[in-house]
């Protein structure tokens, strides 16, 4: 019998580094993706249990405690893995919540293995929660758990927090499982989401497919009353401040700039490798913007990281070919001996390999064509200390709400994309600086504890559980 805790997360993923140590020792994985790291930050020290998929397939694992926090391990064979991970969730779901810029497949099996993997984490949460424990539910992979949580504990407290963006009506009715999908998550008594349109969406798929009673704020559905509202996520503000400061991080971010030539301007992008995040379009800006000589290879170069994710997803699989054929044509065509113009490493970096990459960029490039949230260009602002750096940001991410002093863009507009590059990398010192300070505040007051803080103490009118994760921060 596993301990139970008073506060149970379930995700998808663990944040559980895949080598755990001869002696048990567990490091924390920081996975390249926006839950993990969000996560990571507010439950390091928390007395609470993480339940999730610690990757690969086969039998569960135990796994050891990362210090106050309890890991639970749910495990998925083979076809669960391709049904559930890579197929519903990641080429029906994903694609279509994120305005269907990839076609979503629909497949009926999916749909069964995607019932089944959700019934085992709902299984998994309701094992390990003590009575009149909160259950806080993340993400598009578990839509139906708190229903089913509901069902086997009615005792508990049950969240539910959409990294994701949640769509339109439009594209949610194409969905075959559409009032199964919609009920699954008001099971919850607090649904949140990144933005506010988001709740907004589901008031109007509630009334229309369930016949409840819904406003942006509430939904009322067999008796039972679900809250909704938009609870933006956000970073480890003080971490990364923390980073950028040390003096070997500083250091390194001196030396990037000299082992890249002294250009006159470095731009930088960091995504994880997936077609939601405009790396196409960004890339084909770009390279008119060399054909134009509108940019200099010997004066400007763009630093585009990126890190594997989904690859044995088909479409996952062709982004990369194409992207790696377009770097090579414009390396090919534009670099000179010695001089690329597009530094391309596709891999994972450490923390302060990132933050030196973040405090060298003169331009920070993230133009998704949608994004849930985007930390990336959160992270970039919190390691901006010094105030310089313009950051080009996306209309459609879901952080344009809040870096509202960003260079707004919309990526689907080629031209669009290359006037604004060029504004950001002509901006006056002033202007930059005036625009940083701006974010730099609203983040110091938004950080991931205070995003925490406001979904939990929504979620629980007592705020018994915000106070008790505030003081183990
Ligand atoms: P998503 O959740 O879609 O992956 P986000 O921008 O919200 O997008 O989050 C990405 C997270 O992954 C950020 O915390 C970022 O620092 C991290 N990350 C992105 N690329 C890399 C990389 N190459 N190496 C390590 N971490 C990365
Ligand atoms: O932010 C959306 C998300 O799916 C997160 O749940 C996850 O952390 C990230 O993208 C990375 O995706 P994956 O877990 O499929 O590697």
Not at 70 to 75: K, W
Not at 334 to 347: D, K, M, T
Not at 440 to 452: F, T
Request: glycine share 8%; net charge negative; with cysteine.
């Amino acid at each position: 019998m596993m301990r139970q805790s008073s506060l149970v997360v379930v995700a998808n993923r663990l944040p559980l580094d895949d080598n755990v140590a001869p002696d048990g020792a567990c490091e924390w994985r920081r996975n390249p993706g926006g839950l993990a790291s969000a996560l990571h930050s507010i439950l390091r020290q928390a007395p609470a249990t993480w339940v999730g998929w610690a990757g690969g397939a086969g039998p569960p694992r135990p796994l050891p405690d990362i210090g106050t926090l309890r890991l639970r391990s749910v495990a998925l064979t083979e076809d669960e893995l391709r049904g559930y991970y890579e197929g519903f969730a990641n080429s029906t779901l994903w694609p279509l919540y994120h305005d269907a810029v990839e076609p979503p497949l629909f497949d009926r099996g999916w749909w069964e293995t995607y019932l089944v993997v959700n019934r085992r984490f709902a299984e998994a949460a309701a094992e390990v929660a003590e009575q009149g424990a909160a259950v806080w539910v993340q993400d598009y992979h578990l839509q139906l758990v708190p229903e089913m949580l509901r069902q086997m504990r009615p005792d508990l407290l049950i969240g539910f927090f959409m990294h994701v963006p949640f769509p339109p009506p439009e594209l949610f009715m194409q969905l075959p499982r559409r009032a199964e999908l919609l009920r699954g998550m008001l099971g919850a008594d607090l649904v949140g989401f990144q933005r506010p349109q988001a709740a907004h969406n589901i008031a109007q798929l509630a009334t229309k497919l369930l016949g409840a009673q819904a406003n942006d704020r509430t939904i009322t559905l067999g008796g039972r009353t679900t809250r909704t509202g938009a609870f933006p996520v956000s970073i480890d503000v003080a971490e990364m401040q923390a980073l950028a400061a040390r003096p070997d991080v500083v250091a390194h971010a001196r030396e990037l700039r000299g082992l890249l030539g002294q250009p006159r301007r470095i731009l930088l992008s960091v995504d994880r490798l997936d077609y939601t995040k405009g790396i196409e379009h960004r890339l084909t800006a770009y390279r008119e913007l060399l054909r134009d000589g509108l940019v200099k290879v010997r004066d400007t170069v763009l630093v585009q990281v990126a890190v594997p994710s989904r690859e044995r997803v088909e479409s996952y699989r062709t982004l990369r070919d194409r992207i790696e054929g377009e770097v090579g044509r414009i390396n090919g065509e534009y670099g000179r001996v010695g001089e690329p113009a597009i530094h391309y490493l596709i891999q994972p970096f450490d923390r302060a390999e990132l933050a030196a990459l973040y405090q060298t960029a003169d331009v920070m490039v993230v133009t998704p064509l949608r994004d849930g949230m985007n930390l990336v260009a959160k992270e970039f602002v919190a390691a901006r200390e010094d105030g310089s750096g313009a950051l080009v940001l996306s209309e459609f991410a879901g952080a344009a709400d809040e870096l509202n002093d960003a260079f707004l863009v919309n990526p689907h507009d080629v031209e669009g994309l290359k006037d604004t590059l060029l504004r950001a990398m002509e901006a006056e010192p002033a202007d930059l600086a005036t625009r940083m300070e701006r974010m730099r505040a609203h983040l110091r007051s938004h950080d991931i504890m205070a995003w925490a803080r406001d979904y939990l103490s929504t979620l629980d009118h007592t705020g018994r559980l915000a106070e008790r994760l505030a003081r183990r921060a």
